[in-house]
Protein backbone atom coordinates (compact mmCIF):
# COMPACT_ATOMS: atom_id res chain seq x y z
CA UNK A 1 0.00 0.00 0.00
CA UNK A 2 1.41 3.17 -1.10
CA UNK A 3 1.57 6.36 1.59
CA UNK A 4 -1.25 7.80 0.06
CA UNK A 5 -3.07 4.98 0.78
CA UNK A 6 -2.14 4.02 3.61
CA UNK A 7 -3.35 7.46 5.57
CA UNK A 8 -6.30 7.35 3.81
CA UNK A 9 -6.48 3.86 5.31
CA UNK A 10 -4.65 4.89 8.61
CA UNK A 11 -7.26 7.91 9.40
CA UNK A 12 -10.65 5.59 8.87
CA UNK A 13 -9.38 2.83 10.91
CA UNK A 14 -8.00 5.55 13.88
CA UNK A 15 -11.42 7.31 13.41
CA UNK A 16 -13.09 4.27 14.54
CA UNK A 17 -10.46 2.19 17.05
CA UNK A 18 -8.34 5.66 17.88
CA UNK A 19 -8.10 7.88 20.88
CA UNK A 20 -6.25 11.32 21.10
CA UNK A 21 -5.00 12.06 24.62
CA UNK A 22 -3.32 15.22 26.83
CA UNK A 23 -2.26 13.48 29.90
CA UNK A 24 -1.01 15.93 33.02
CA UNK A 25 1.90 14.33 35.13
CA UNK A 26 2.56 15.93 38.63
CA UNK A 27 5.72 15.88 38.80
CA UNK A 28 7.06 18.04 42.33
CA UNK A 29 5.89 21.84 41.85
CA UNK A 30 5.73 20.82 38.21
CA UNK A 31 3.58 19.84 36.25
CA UNK A 32 4.41 17.81 32.85
CA UNK A 33 2.36 17.42 29.55
CA UNK A 34 1.76 14.70 27.56
CA UNK A 35 0.55 14.19 24.17
CA UNK A 36 -0.82 10.44 22.77
CA UNK A 37 -2.26 9.02 19.79
CA UNK A 38 -3.62 5.50 20.65
CA UNK A 39 -5.36 2.33 19.28
CA UNK A 40 -5.98 -0.35 21.40
CA UNK A 41 -7.65 -3.73 20.11
CA UNK A 42 -7.15 -7.37 21.54
CA UNK A 43 -3.84 -8.77 20.51
CA UNK A 44 -5.06 -10.82 18.36
CA UNK A 45 -4.79 -7.89 15.77
CA UNK A 46 -0.98 -6.93 16.57
CA UNK A 47 -0.43 -7.61 12.22
CA UNK A 48 -2.37 -5.03 11.76
CA UNK A 49 -1.12 -2.23 14.34
CA UNK A 50 2.45 -3.60 13.80
CA UNK A 51 2.42 -2.32 10.04
CA UNK A 52 1.29 0.72 11.53
CA UNK A 53 4.13 1.38 14.17
CA UNK A 54 6.67 0.58 11.01
CA UNK A 55 4.97 2.75 9.22
CA UNK A 56 4.52 5.83 11.75
CA UNK A 57 6.10 4.67 14.79
CA UNK A 58 5.47 4.57 18.31
CA UNK A 59 5.54 1.64 20.04
CA UNK A 60 3.61 -1.44 21.10
CA UNK A 61 2.12 -1.98 24.59
CA UNK A 62 0.89 -5.75 26.10
CA UNK A 63 -1.60 -6.25 28.83
CA UNK A 64 -2.17 -9.57 29.60
CA UNK A 65 -5.64 -11.52 29.66
CA UNK A 66 -7.89 -10.68 33.10
CA UNK A 67 -11.35 -12.28 33.70
CA UNK A 68 -12.79 -9.50 31.90
CA UNK A 69 -10.66 -8.67 29.22
CA UNK A 70 -8.79 -11.02 26.42
CA UNK A 71 -4.83 -10.11 25.70
CA UNK A 72 -4.68 -6.19 24.86
CA UNK A 73 -2.48 -4.69 22.40
CA UNK A 74 -1.58 -0.57 21.65
CA UNK A 75 0.01 1.11 19.46
CA UNK A 76 0.73 4.18 21.24
CA UNK A 77 2.88 7.26 20.22
CA UNK A 78 3.56 9.65 22.54
CA UNK A 79 6.91 11.38 21.52
CA UNK A 80 5.61 15.08 20.52
CA UNK A 81 7.64 14.69 17.21
CA UNK A 82 5.95 11.99 16.22
CA UNK A 83 2.70 13.23 17.59
CA UNK A 84 2.66 16.29 15.38
CA UNK A 85 3.78 14.46 12.30
CA UNK A 86 1.05 12.00 12.53
CA UNK A 87 -1.39 14.76 12.97
CA UNK A 88 -0.30 17.26 10.23
CA UNK A 89 -0.88 14.26 8.26
CA UNK A 90 -4.50 13.60 8.98
CA UNK A 91 -5.22 17.40 8.40
CA UNK A 92 -4.85 16.11 4.64
CA UNK A 93 -6.93 13.04 5.33
CA UNK A 94 -9.38 14.23 7.80
CA UNK A 95 -11.29 12.18 10.16
CA UNK A 96 -14.81 11.98 9.41
CA UNK A 97 -17.07 10.96 12.69
CA UNK A 98 -17.51 12.85 16.27
CA UNK A 99 -13.97 11.85 16.62
CA UNK A 100 -12.87 14.94 14.06
CA UNK A 101 -14.00 17.16 17.16
CA UNK A 102 -11.38 14.97 19.15
CA UNK A 103 -8.73 15.42 16.78
CA UNK A 104 -8.84 19.29 16.56
CA UNK A 105 -9.22 20.30 19.91
CA UNK A 106 -6.08 17.53 19.85
CA UNK A 107 -4.19 19.54 17.22
CA UNK A 108 -4.79 23.03 18.84
CA UNK A 109 -3.18 21.75 22.31
CA UNK A 110 -0.24 20.28 20.56
CA UNK A 111 -0.11 23.99 18.60
CA UNK A 112 0.00 25.63 22.47
CA UNK A 113 2.95 22.50 23.35
CA UNK A 114 4.80 23.81 20.34
CA UNK A 115 4.79 27.20 20.83
CA UNK A 116 5.69 26.53 24.57
CA UNK A 117 8.37 24.27 23.27
CA UNK A 118 9.43 27.06 21.16
CA UNK A 119 10.37 29.21 24.02
CA UNK A 120 12.75 26.81 25.29
CA UNK A 121 12.49 23.39 27.78
CA UNK A 122 13.31 25.68 30.72
CA UNK A 123 10.43 27.77 29.92
CA UNK A 124 7.45 26.38 32.54
CA UNK A 125 3.88 26.15 31.60
CA UNK A 126 2.31 29.46 32.59
CA UNK A 127 -0.98 28.98 34.45
CA UNK A 128 -3.42 29.97 31.83
CA UNK A 129 -1.78 27.99 28.94
CA UNK A 130 -2.03 24.76 31.73
CA UNK A 131 -5.58 25.66 32.74
CA UNK A 132 -6.45 26.31 28.54
CA UNK A 133 -4.90 22.77 27.42
CA UNK A 134 -6.43 21.22 30.57
CA UNK A 135 -10.22 22.76 29.59
CA UNK A 136 -9.14 21.17 25.86
CA UNK A 137 -8.43 17.69 27.27
CA UNK A 138 -11.79 18.08 29.67
CA UNK A 139 -13.69 18.60 26.38
CA UNK A 140 -12.75 16.14 24.65
CA UNK A 141 -13.79 13.73 27.79
CA UNK A 142 -16.72 15.18 28.11
CA UNK A 143 -18.83 13.09 25.58
CA UNK A 144 -17.16 9.71 27.10
CA UNK A 145 -18.50 10.68 30.38
CA UNK A 146 -15.65 12.34 32.23
CA UNK A 147 -11.83 12.46 32.75
CA UNK A 148 -11.96 8.95 34.42
CA UNK A 149 -9.28 9.50 36.69
CA UNK A 150 -6.89 11.97 34.99
CA UNK A 151 -6.66 15.28 36.34
CA UNK A 152 -8.70 17.46 35.70
CA UNK A 153 -8.56 21.25 34.90
CA UNK A 154 -10.10 22.02 38.34
CA UNK A 155 -7.24 18.96 39.87
CA UNK A 156 -4.22 21.48 37.91
CA UNK A 157 -6.25 24.86 38.88
CA UNK A 158 -5.66 23.34 42.92
CA UNK A 159 -2.72 22.21 42.56
CA UNK A 160 -1.36 25.55 40.45
CA UNK A 161 -3.12 27.74 43.57
CA UNK A 162 -1.22 25.33 46.25
CA UNK A 163 1.89 25.98 44.49
CA UNK A 164 1.59 30.07 44.87
Known amino acids: M ?9 SGFLDG ?3 FSIRFHF ?3 HIKVGQYIVINMTSDDIPIL ?7 GGYLKHTKE ?6 QTAWEVSKFS ?3 RISKELLKY ?3 SRKADDFNKFYTALQMIEKKRKRGWKSRW ?3 ELIKLAEIRDSMWKRKGGVRGYKTAKDIEKFLTIEE
Not at 2 to 10: A, G, L, P
Not at 50 to 56: F, G, P, V, W
Open 50 to 56: TEIKNRL
Open 126 to 128: NRV
Open 27 to 29: CGK
Open 94 to 96: PLQ
Open 82 to 84: DCI
Open 2 to 10: KNKEFMRWF
Open 66 to 71: TEKWRP
Open 17 to 19: EGC
